[in-house]
């Protein structure tokens, strides 16, 4: 069953500026590549706790604080690495059965 409906997607690190900003573009060329519909907002740790997210993607230090925010938490090393994200997303979302 595909999801029916544009995903909320939140890219997130310490300050919400940097590398969640690095990360968003990253997860944006992910999302476009699996054909998924989806907005991508980059944010800190602190503003992401208050939102109801689809997704959730970020270091390990951060995702560990707010696994429980999203129905998917893609812990990421490697802010640049797209095929990595892509491979990641498109397990976690076949999981779910949005893909």
Known sequence: ?????????????????G???ML????EDALR???????????DISTA???????VIG????TAEIGDLAPVVIT???FLDRDGLEKR???AFTAQGWL
Do not use: F, I, W
Request: charged residues 25%; aromatic residues 0%; contains cysteine.
């Open 89 to 91: 997303l498109r397990e």
């Open 19 to 21: 590398s969640s900003l």
């Open 33 to 43: 590549s699996l054909d998924v519909d989806a907005r991508v907002e980059n944010t």
């Open 59 to 62: 270091q390990g230090m951060h």
């Open 1 to 17: 069953m595909a999801l029916d409906r544009r995903l909320e997607v939140l890219a997130v690190c310490g300050v919400g500026m």
């Open 49 to 55: 706790r208050g939102m109801s997210p689809d997704v």
């Open 76 to 78: 990421v090393t490697d």
């Open 24 to 27: 968003k573009m990253t997860a």
